[in-house]
C-alpha cells in the first residue's frame, strides 16, 4: 500500500459570510477540536503542510463499524489501497455491541432457506414503510445492491449468515412484508482466527451466559425457557454448542461479536490497516473536493491523503448532549442510548464543515429503555410478554405496548407534551415474573436492590401502594388494570390492538391463549418499571445520494466524500422495517461508496 509523502495544501478556511448561527457555532467547535488536537484553529494561518503526512492511499475510511469495514473490504477487493481510522481504542463500534440482525430484503442466505421473497416484494415493502421520506432511487439502490453485498462479504471474509426465522418485518401486512421474516444473523465464529487482534473487539452490549453460545434469534425462546418445551431445548441447545467450542478450544463469537471479527478478520486478510485510537479532526479538501483526512495519531496530529476518496462511517451523534439537545426533541440526553461510547458526531460535524446537508437529525433508532444504574437496557421482550402494559403519569395505557419499538418512542414523544408519557411504566405482576426471564433475571429471583435504589424499578403488594410509590392516581391505574385485564381475558384489546399484527406475536408466549400477547395481572406483588425514549444510536446525518456520495443542501456532490450508516441519514426514513434495518443498509452503502470509487479511480 502507497504511504509515499504527497505535499499537502492548505485546509480550506470556513467562511462565516451569511452563514447560520448553527454553522458558525459548528466551525468554532471544529476549531476547538482542532486545539484540542494540537492542531491549527480551523482558517488560522498555520499550513496543512506543516503536519505529519501519516500516509496516502487511494481510499480513507473513517470508522470500523460494520459500515466502514464494509467499505474498507469493498475498496480492497477492488484492487485500492485502503486504511481505515477509528477513534476508540477498540474496532466493532456500535455493530460490535449488538444483536447484529442484518435486514436485506432478498438476499441469497433466505432465498437459499426457502423464503418467498422477491425483488417486486421487497420494493413495494420498503416503499410502503418509508414513504416519501427517502428518494426512490435511494431505495432502489439498497434493494439492489444488498444482496450483493452479503454475496460478497460471505465471499472475501470467513462471515456465514442464518436466517432470523420466524422475526417478523414489523408491518408484516403492509404490501410485500414478510410474517416470518427475511432477516439474517451472522453464524457462529471462532474468535482464535483474530489472534491478538481480539483482544481490540469492541465488547457486546450484553455478555453471552458463560459456557453458552446464544444467537438473537435464540433470545425469544430463552425468554421462555421456564415454561415452554421448545425454550428449554433451546436453552439446552446453546449450552450444547459453549460445551462443544470449549472442547474444541474455540472463543465462540455470535451476533455482533461475530460480524464484527469477521469483518476484521477479512480486513486482515486483505492487508488493509487498522488504525486503533485515531480520532478524525476534520476532513482535507483541495479546491472543494476532499481529499483527505486531518487526524490524532500517537498524540500527535497529522494529515491522511486520500487519491479516490474519504468514506465516512463514524456512527451517529448519540453520546454529543449539545447536538442532542440542539436537534432533538426533550427530554433527551445522552443518558439512555446504548451505542458506542465514541459517537459524538465528528465526522457528522466534520461533513457539514465541508458543505454537507443534513437530514433526519430529529430521529434515532428509538426503544423504549430502562434506566438500570450499570447501563440503560433496551427494552425488547419485557414489554411485549403477555402480563404487561405501559401507563403514563396519570396511570392510562397510551399505546400497542407490543409495537415496533421506534413507533413506542415516537407515540411517548408525540403525546409527551400534552399527556406526560415520558417516563412511562412498565407495570408487571408476580405470575409474570414466574414465568419470563427479565434482562439476565431468571425467573422468581430477586431483582438486583440497585433497581430500586436508584428508582428504575419499584415494589408492591397492591396496585394502590405501586401507584403511590411512582406518583400516579391509584384509582387510574387500577380501573386501567381491570380494563386491561377484561380485553386480555377475551383476546382482543379493542382500544390498541395489541395481537393484531404477526410482529406483536414474536416476543409473546405461544401457552397463553387466545391472544398470545395479552394475560391479565392478578398475582401480587406488583412491579413498575420506569421506561425512557432509549436508542441503538441516531440516524440522522450527512445527506447522500444513491452513490452514497455526500450532498450539499442545493443537491450538488462533494466531490470524493462519502457517507454510510448513522454519520448519512438513513435510508429508512422516519421508520423501521424489520431486524437490522440499522446494519443492513449501513453495510450495503459502505459496500456502494466503496464500488463508486473504485468505478471512478478506473475511469
Known sequence: MSTSADPARRIEPISTAGASRRRVLGATGAGLALAAAGLPGVGGPADAADLPLLGTYDVVVIGSGAAGMTAALTAAKQGLSCVVVEKAATFGGSAARSGAGIGIPNNPVILAAGVPDTPAKAAAYLAAVVGPDVSA???????????????????????????????????????????????????????NILGTELAHLNPSYMAVPAGMVVFSADYKWLTLSAVSVKGLAVAAECLARGTKAALLGQKPLTMGQSLAAGLRAGLLAAEVPVWLNTPL??????????????????????????????????????????????????????????????????????????????????????GPAIPLPEQPYFCLAERTLPGGLLVNAAGARFVNEAAPYSDVVHTMYERNPTAPDIPAWLIVDQNYRNRYLFKDIAPTLAFPGSWYDSGAAHKAWTLDALAGRIGMPAAALRATVNRFNSLALSGDDTDFRRGDSTYDHYYSDPAIVPNSSLAPLWLAPYYAFKIVPGDLGTKGGMRTDARARVL??????????????????????????????????????????ALDIAAAAGS
Do not use: C, K
Not at 450483493?148 to 414489523?170: C, H, K, Q, T
Not at 408484516?172 to 416470518?180: A, H, V
Not at 476532499?290 to 491522511?304: D, E, H, I, N, W
Not at 486520500?306 to 427530554?331: I, K, L, T
Open 137 to 191: 432511487d435511494r431505495q432502489r439502490a439498497f434493494l439492489g445492491h444488498g444482496p450483493a453485498m452479503i454475496s460478497f462479504v460471505m465471499a472475501n471474509s470467513p462471515l456465514r449468515f442464518r436466517w432470523m426465522e420466524g422475526y417478523s418485518d414489523y408491518y408484516p401486512e403492509l404490501s410485500g412484508g414478510l410474517p416470518n421474516g427475511r432477516s439474517i444473523e451472522p453464524d457462529q465464529l471462532d474468535g
Open 281 to 366: 479532526t476534520d476532513l482535507y479538501r483541495e479546491d472543494g473536493t476532499v481529499t483527505g483526512a486531518v487526524v490524532a495519531r500517537g498524540g500527535s496530529a497529522g494529515l491522511v491523503r486520500a487519491r479516490h476518496g474519504v468514506v465516512v462511517g463514524s456512527g451517529g451523534f448519540e453520546h454529543n448532549a449539545a447536538m442532542r439537545d440542539q436537534y432533538q426533541r426533550r427530554p433527551i440526553g445522552t443518558a439512555w442510548t446504548v451505542g458506542a461510547m465514541e459517537n459524538t458526531g465528528d465526522g457528522i460535524r466534520a461533513g457539514e464543515r465541508a458543505g454537507a446537508a443534513l437530514d433526519l437529525m430529529d430521529d434515532a433508532w428509538w
Open 552 to 593: 450539499r443542501a442545493d443537491g450538488s456532490v462533494i466531490p470524493g466524500l462519502y457517507a454510510a450508516g448513522n454519520a448519512s441519514a438513513a435510508v429508512m426514513g422516519h421508520s423501521y422495517a424489520g431486524a437490522g434495518s440499522t446494519i443492513g443498509p449501513a453495510m450495503t452503502f459502505g459496500y456502494i461508496a
